[in-house]
C-alpha cells in the first residue's frame, strides 16, 4: 500500500489525532529526509540551547538545493539504518515546542503555487496519507485552518514564506549552483547567525537601512530576515548586474 496526497479545501475536515495513545507513535520520526528552513534552525537551537555553529556539527547536513543551488540543511538521523530523528524519545520530540514547520504540518503538506501572469501567490493543501499511520483512525475532526492553529504554524509560515520568496527570485535568476564564495555568504546568512551577527557588527554587511540593521543586532528573528533580504540583493546584484 503507497502513501497517497488528496486535495483538501481549508474549510473542510478530516479525522486525524497523534499522541502516545495511538498505535503508531513515532513512527514518522524514522525513514527521515528532512529538510529544515532557516527559522527551523533557529528556533531548533535556541530550544537546546546551542550556538548555531554547534546545533549544525551535531544534527545536520549540509547540500546544495537541486532546484535552486542553494545551500540546504537538512537533519542529521541518529542510526544510519532506520534514519530516526536524533530529537525524537520514545515518549516523543524532546523540542516538541521548537519543532520543524514539516513536524507541525504533519499530516497536512502546504504548497504555495505563484501566478507566471501576475505573481500572485495561491496556497493548497494536501493531505498525506501514509500506510503505516494511524492517527486518521481518531474521532477528532479538524479543519486546515484549525490545524494550522493549534499546530502553531501561523508564526512558522510567515517566516517560511519570506525564504521561499528568496528562492524564487534565484530560480528565475539562474537555476546553476552558487560559486562558493557566495554559497558561503548565503549559507552563513541562513544558518549561522551567530557568525552572521559577527559580520554585521563588524560593519562588513552593506546595502540595507539603518534601523533594519539596528533591529538585526538585538533581535535573532530579524536579524534572520534582514539575512534574507540581503541575500535577495546579493542575488540581484549577482545575477541581474
Request: hydrophobic residues 35%; contains cysteine; neutral net charge.
Amino acid at each position: 500500500m503507497e502513501s497517497t496526497f488528496i486535495s483538501i479545501d481549508p474549510d473542510a475536515t478530516f479525522r486525524f489525532a497523534c499522541n502516545p495513545e495511538v498505535s503508531c507513535f513515532n513512527e514518522c520520526c524514522r525513514d527521515l529526509n528532512q529538510f529544515l528552513t532557516p527559522y527551523d534552525v533557529l528556533r531548533l537551537r535556541r530550544g537546546l540551547g546551542l550556538s548555531s555553529q554547534r546545533f549544525i556539527e551535531q544534527y545536520t547536513r549540509r547540500h546544495t538545493g537541486p532546484g535552486s543551488g542553494l545551500p540546504v540543511l537538512t537533519l542529521k538521523p541518529s542510526d544510519p539504518d532506520r534514519l530516526t530523528c536524533a530529537l525524537v524519545t520514545p515518549g516523543g520530540c524532546r523540542v516538541y515546542a521548537d519543532r520543524p514547520s514539516s513536524c507541525r504540518v504533519y499530516p497536512l503538506v502546504r504548497m504555495l503555487r505563484r501566478s507566471r501572469q501576475t505573481a500572485d501567490v495561491r496556497v493548497e493543501y494536501r493531505l498525506l496519507k501514509e500506510p503505516h499511520c494511524r492517527g486518521f483512525d481518531a474521532v477528532e475532526l479538524r479543519t486546515v485552518h484549525g490545524w494550522m492553529l493549534e499546530q502553531g504554524l501561523v508564526e512558522y509560515n510567515a517566516e517560511n514564506d519570506r525564504l521561499l520568496d528568496v528562492i524564487s527570485l534565484k530560480v528565475r535568476l539562474s537555476s546553476k549552483s552558487l560559486p562558493p564564495s557566495l554559497a558561503e555568504q548565503v549559507y552563513t546568512a541562513w544558518y549561522d547567525l551567530d557568525r552572521f551577527r559577527e559580520q554585521l557588527g563588524d560593519g562588513s554587511l552593506t546595502g540595507l537601512d539603518g534601523q533594519s540593521v539596528e533591529d538585526a543586532r538585538h533581535d535573532e528573528v530579524a536579524l534572520l530576515r534582514f539575512g534574507l533580504e540581503w541575500v535577495k540583493r546579493l542575488l540581484e546584484r549577482t545575477y541581474a548586474g
